[in-house]
């Protein structure tokens, strides 16, 4: 997911504590798929509540937006609206890849290849309207504000950091730098495990500074865009055998797509249409946002009753962020 241009971006570890009073957009499915993908049980199975309903994302959202907001950050999340048309293909792709990892899946799972099942298993992940909806209404009761977007939600997200809304945008993907984001965080979260061949590390959250970027390449953000587009966005293909360092070369020497010479299947991709995705997404009509307080019995009846979530860790995390945390919203506001 996103448009693979990591290694031209220079990043830099960053504090939770940095960000404290800091208002920050969150890209909604983005993280969603973070909670779905790592939070299962075993053979990789969605951890559920009694009448089977998903609930791997709402014990992710809980947990880590309640340390967010212990920390002093305050988290809006930005949900994805009605995807461009040029998107279609990429969301025929992924539907496709799920629907294969999930046979695959059941196939690990019949073998007892645990972890091969387990892998299946993430890459089958899918989010549903019931998974939407819940999510929101979680985020509601701990007084965090959702928008939908109109359509992007990383561009939308983009929007608000550009309209002064929030500080910076947070999503593990790089589109939010072609949408025009000056700041995007990946690894927000107080911390953050990952299991590799080396063992279980921990991704602490980092920052990218779009200008510094383009700075230290040498170009501009049309520039930027014009090398995604060769690599490969969610609205185009991108040229085959084009990767991001090679993206870089061409566009360095020729300053813009239409310069390079001999360059094949470019009709196929869009050019023009895609600049206007990332660069000029229209006139976006600037949203109130209000940050609310912690529904304590809210959370708790929905959590524990509604969901199964053990009562005395709901209660316990509530309760010790609660005192601080309307503190907070009295002065902050």
């Given at each position: ?19 404290k009073?800091k ?9 969603l798929y ?12 969605y ?12 014990a ?11 920390y002093?950050?305050?988290?809006l ?45 993430k890459?089958?992940?899918?989010i ?16 965090i ?17 550009t309209?002064?809304?929030v500080w ?27 299991k590799?061949?080396?063992g279980?590390?921990e ?19 049309r520039?930027m ?9 969610d ?27 001999e360059?094949?299947?470019i009709?196929?991709?869009?050019v ?11 006139t976006k ?5 209000k940050?609310?307080s ?24 509530i ?15």
């Amino acid at each position: 997911m996103g448009v693979k241009i990591k290694e031209l971006l220079s990043t830099h570890p960053i504090s939770i504590n940095e960000l404290k009073g800091k208002k920050i957009a969150i890209d909604a499915y983005n993280t969603l798929y973070q909670f779905l993908s790592s939070i299962r049980g075993w053979g990789g199975y969605y951890l559920t509540d009694e009448s089977n309903n998903v609930t791997s994302h709402l014990a992710g959202i809980f947990y880590r937006n309640m340390k967010l907001l212990s920390y002093s950050i305050w988290p809006l999340y930005v949900f994805d609206g009605t995807p461009h048309n040029l998107k279609g293909a990429t969301l025929k792709s992924r539907f496709k890849k799920r629907e294969e990892a999930m046979e695959e899946w059941k196939s690990a799972l019949e073998s007892g290849d645990e972890v091969t099942a387990m892998k299946k298993a993430k890459a089958s992940t899918t989010i549903t309207e019931q998974i939407v909806e819940s999510s929101k209404k979680l985020l509601s009761l701990m007084g965090i504000p959702c928008i939908t977007a109109p359509s992007d939600g990383e561009a939308y997200a983009s929007f608000l950091l550009t309209s002064g809304v929030v500080w910076a945008v947070a999503s593990q993907d790089y589109d939010a730098i072609l949408f025009g984001s000056s700041r995007v965080i990946r690894n927000l979260a107080v911390s953050i495990k990952r299991k590799n061949a080396a063992g279980i590390t921990e991704s602490e959250p980092e920052i990218l500074y779009s200008d510094e970027s383009l700075n230290n390449l040498g170009i501009d953000l049309r520039q930027m865009i014009d090398i995604a587009i060769l690599v490969g966005t969610d609205f185009n293909e991108g040229i085959k055998g084009i990767g991001p360092k090679k993206a870089y070369k061409l566009i360095k020497k020729y300053e813009k797509i239409e310069n390079i010479p001999e360059l094949g299947e470019i009709e196929n991709q869009h050019v023009d249409e895609v600049r206007t995705i990332f660069y000029n997404s229209g006139t976006k009509e600037v949203p109130e946002i209000k940050w609310g307080s912690i529904d304590k019995e809210g959370l708790i009846k929905y959590m524990c009753d509604e969901h199964n979530f053990s009562r005395e860790r709901i209660t316990e995390t509530i309760s010790r962020i609660i005192p601080t945390s309307q503190n907070r919203l009295d002065s902050f506001f």
